[in-house]
């Protein structure tokens, strides 16, 4: 923990902006069993309120209620009872509550993600039923301006509404991965979502904040956790994840290359080289161990998915970025540069696969899409070649992406090769099967193939906004509508 | 209402008086599906605090508990789940509880009537292990002073120190019937607090304010609901019961007798004496409806029970009680009186049995302890025949009462017939089986026989701090050992 970064960090903590949002609510008063949905019209952040009248008798005895808080439509009627995931269930958004006061306004002192309310009446008087008068959410971001949603179609248009909400709605103290869950800053999202901030809401100190955090946070070792808890107090995560720790590079040079904030980039320089050093530890000679022996290395939420060759896509990329990032700065960058063209043509010799024309991983020669997106933007061979590589991979049955995450990196793969129209293709196809869906801000997870996919066992602790799938108002921006905000 | 009355009652309103008591938690860290008892050594009533750490890794999702808050050991096995009772399941002092920032203080907004507190994990990351640090409880009530325990013996002191503890704790805005259930104030419940509080905390503007509650509540025809609620606005309640309604007048005599408020007493006249008005439309002649015909009376929780012999009871003693008001005030009682003996001569020729030496109950003839008890309260015959009858009733199978509420009424027939050694021995007796049981404060319910009676469809409702247990307190200071404390 590095204390004059986080006092830094607590500086920057920014005042939310809070709008409330009220929701009518016309169901007829409820007995035991009843149940009703309220519906706020769109996916907010904040706290809830809701208030209860009688029709009856006075009441005798509280109410016994359960409030059940949806992001999704498909939430509403899920049987939460039987979740048996593998992470916690305490990340369902649902509460049982004593309303003892009638009339009152229920406060509620949690912050939710939240659409729909359900509200079942588990218990009651028979003497009276309970009435719902309305019902609002204070909701609340730091995004400190409103965006117009652009695009060069209604549906583009569609797309970029729904992610700047996403955007909006994971911005609060920190970026958030998500509002509903884990509620808390990771290095992988907060890259995407800042990628995104600077062609929207422009809220420069929250990524500062966000780096500060990070560089806050690293351990005796130098090296940067894939997480930062904030509540109740600042402290790192036990979970470092190879990839993460390289993107704290990338991540602060778009910052410098954004603001033009040199002193925030000289005085965080050091902790972006350090997890270059410390990831150089996970080689023997200049190809990266494989997946088994790596550690956690996060890719993509595909459990199957082998990440020897993605995971050394990420070090060649970040280490380039660094290389870019001392130039900048004025300092030496050959000997990054000249490490990293190493690692490329080891990459290389390791992992491609001549006869099938893309990059092969793990002693097994998983084909995937991660392994040759990374490779791309890496830029381990050039545009022609590397448009060559996404192209054929459509033919192939290799590994497909499943997170909004990795989707990313194949848009920007895609763009980066010159393949724009397939880019734009695939990003309206993929994001847009989100909002035929339903979607008011984007998902965790989506699988076109699969809707039930979940890392965890089960869709129901699943975040349905969720910021690493902010970027279609960064890719709409910055190539598909002539940067319009910028 | 009347809202001069319940502006009177607003001004009287106190200032609770909040001590705060701490327990101690040496529990181990807990996983999901581990519990834990915190036990505070004495029954509380008040707002519950917990302080929770962790055990392992960073708390990466919330903790979700079940909180369950018991005033008796007993309470803390019950399977609540299957509570199919006839009252609000709503009842069950149990939360579910996400706590979210850990450490972090656990503040409950509700209050809770408390000794134990079992805390069960349901959900939790398996990255940590929930650690409990500490709990407390800001216990209020509207007692001012302390009172010591006094009695002839051990036994005696300790009954009266479970008297004041469960005195004390319904001591709160109001009069409470019971901490945990139903919270308000009941007119019957009222009547033997107030004895109480007389001989112990003497808190006389409480009852003052209490009586004016019921009075302000009063309904266009000038009844007396059951019950008054005061949360979150004074309304009556829409239950008025033959019996309570009626004993706002010896609750006013009471009250006027011990402080010589007479202001008081001259303002509420007229509502005592209304109630006596409504009453007699319950009667054909000079007996009471019979009990079917009557609307509800309470006079103890047995369903079984014929009220018609032992309403005419209570008829009897208020009007005498009235009569006797109206004389302390200066005014003509000649009429109560006279219809006080009409009444008294009517109940022996319609219920008293010369063959047995007791009164009988409705068209069935139904013999109950509660019909001869409240006709010898209401001194229908002298005091050596009503001796007769008491001893009398012992050797029968007579329907017995259940709830210290006719046991109060029991063991001041017995008093009142010069059998004060009897009245010691049942009271001794039936409150000493609640201190054998383990009780801190004295209960809704007990019946020797049967451990499990609930008039509820099941004990996991009943209260074990429930304010009409609390005379022995006032037996024993009024006559039991000279008056120690007055």
Redesign the interface.
Known sequence: MIKKFLIKAKALRPKLNTTTHFAECSVAPMG?GDSAVIDFGTHLVGKVKIKFSYDG????????IRLKFCEHISEIDEDTSDYRGW?????IQE??V?V?????ELKL??RYAVRYIKIDV?????KYRLKIDGASVDASTSAEKTVEPCGENARAAKIDEVALRTLKNCMQCEFEDGPK??RRLWMGDLRLQALANYKTYKNYDLVKRCLYLFAGVSDKNGNIPACV?T??RV????TTMFDYSLLFIPTLLDYFTETGDKATAIELLPTALRQIEIAKESFDGDVLRDSDKLGWCFIDWSLELNKQCSAQGVYIFCEKCAAKLCELLGKDASALYDDAKKKTDAAISAFFDDKLGLFASGKDRQLSYASNIWMCIAGVFGKEKCRDILLRLEKTDAIRPVTPYLYHHYIQALIDAGESVRAKEIMYGYWGGMVDAGADTFWELYDPENPDASPYGSRTVNSYCHAWSCTPSYFIRKYFSGDKND
Chains 1, 2 share one sequence.
């Open positions: 035991a008798s006075p009441p005798d005895a509280p109410a016994f992470i916690s269930k305490s990340w509460e049982y004593h003892d006061d009638i009339p009152s002192n949690r588990i218990s009651i008087s028979s869950r884990d808890f509540r109740p402290i790192p995560d036990d």
